[in-house]
């Protein structure tokens, strides 16, 4: 092996060794919002939004008729017929996302079945 091969390979060894540390200082870090552009408007202690309220009247009945019928409640069937509902924007009626994004800020997300997470 030549002496430039070797300086090549040892550049990039310590180069992968430096990445990995940084993704290791990273991943203890525990994030409640996640930005594309630029920091929430909500901080980092994020409880809910400005355009919900808490004090709103909890309860009440769900009712929903769909014509059709049904075979499986799972939604990724290849033969058959799910219930309806199921799989929908948002995750359906059963399904819920990971994160939610924000109404009120175009590239915001929060965790939705999460306090927080870590990447």
């Known amino acids: 092996m ?9 550049v990039s060894a310590l180069a992968l060794a430096f990445a ?6 990273f991943a203890d870090e525990w994030h409640t919002t996640s930005s594309l552009i630029g920091p929430s408007k909500y901080g980092e ?3 809910r939004y400005d355009y919900v309220n808490p004090d709103a009247p909890k309860g009440g009945t769900y009712n929903s ?3 059709g019928t049904f075979d499986s409640f799972n ?10 509902g199921l799989v929908g924007f948002g995750g359906g009626l059963l399904y819920d996302t990971l994160m939610d994004q924000a109404t009120d800020e175009g590239s915001v ?4 079945v999460a ?5």
């Open 2 to 10: 030549t002496v430039g091969r070797f300086r090549t390979l040892f």
């Open 20 to 25: 990995s540390s940084l993704q290791a200082s």
């Open 45 to 47: 202690n994020f409880q």
């Open 65 to 67: 008729v769909v014509t």
């Open 75 to 84: 939604p990724y069937i290849v033969q058959g017929s799910p219930a309806a």
């Open 109 to 112: 997300s929060h965790p939705l």
């Open 115 to 119: 306090d927080a997470y870590k990447y």
